[in-house]
């Protein structure tokens, strides 16, 4: 009879069913047993077994005969399950009358009205800067751009990146206190 390293070789090469047949006849009720020990009910551990046969068919190419035998590599599947199952129960459940979840109250018709007002305001003080302050004000506050990448699809140097910047966010300064 093969070992059981030759009949994952013969699953991952040539999806060999009787190989595959013979590696769940052999594994398991073993990986039952030993999820049952790590505290699963029979229920679960069934079902995590047939799941780690499943990864099992599934991902035979990535065993190594050179890094671990069957038995470890196999074994190794089903605690993975096993960790991911518990992951999945500790997930805490979902309270639809949460307040967190209940959407935003609508805005004030003043807010509304305010907030119109000062996006307004922002965009005339930054019609109001030169060119080439707009631009890199534009790319490092709006589209969220570091300096440096700036800099670089400008071709400008970083000082002068840093300079235009902090240039056109003093004159926004000016312009907003203004108006």
Known sequence: MPSLNDLIVAVATARDRSAFAKLFGHFAPRIKAYLIRLGCDAGSAEELAQEAMVTLWRRAETFDPTQ????????????NKRIDALRRQRRPEVDPNDPALAP?????????????QDVAR??????????EQRLLLQMAYFEDKPHSVIAEEQGLPLGTVKSRIRLAVTRMRKVLKES
């Open 122 to 131: 922002v965009r005339a003080a930054m019609a109001s800067l030169p060119e």
């Open 104 to 116: 935003d109250a609508p805005a004030a018709a003043d807010a509304v009205v305010e907030s119109t």
């Open 68 to 79: 671990a035998n069957a038995s470890t590599w196999v074994f190794a599947i089903a605690r």
